[in-house]
Nanobody, 123 residues
Framework: QVQLVESGGGLVQAGGSLRLSCSASRGTFSIYGMGWFRQAPGKEREFVAGINWIGSGTYYADSVKGRFTISRDNAKNTVYLQMNSLKFEDTAVYYC????????????????WGQGTQVTVSS
């Protein structure tokens, strides 16, 4: 069973940037699609970005297109989320998860959730 650990969250002013990392152990990271999700207080968890197993396909929620970039380094078993031009409404706990189909598309079932990392954007 793959285990995921997110890091890189923190407090940032609106307009600033953060880079989240998600490191995987166990399992075969390089064949999995990966996704980033977030959950704000009182809201449901939502898809933010996904990437296929080889990194050739990326998918984004409309709310983050043009501001966030997902990438992966299979040699390091790590997926990243570069977040630029952060807005107050990006404040949430961010989670990474595995897509065992390898596609990383928003409609697939993701699992093996990490513990999350808090991102707080001050206005």
């Amino acid at each position: 069973q793959v285990q995921l650990v997110e890091s890189g969250g923190g407090l940032v002013q609106a307009g600033g940037s953060l880079r989240l990392s998600c490191s995987a152990s166990r399992g075969t990271f390089s064949i999995y699609g990966m996704g980033w999700f977030r959950q704000a207080p009182g809201k449901e968890r939502e898809f933010v970005a996904g990437i296929n197993w080889i990194g050739s396909g990326t998918y984004y929620a409309d709310s983050v297109k043009g501001r966030f970039t997902i990438s992966r380094d299979n040699a390091k078993n790590t997926v990243y989320l570069q977040m630029n031009s952060l807005k107050f409404e990006d404040t949430a706990v961010y989670y990474c998860a595995v897509d065992r189909t390898g596609r990383g598309r928003p409609e697939v079932d993701f699992g093996s959730w990490g513990q999350g990392t808090q991102v707080t954007v001050s206005s």
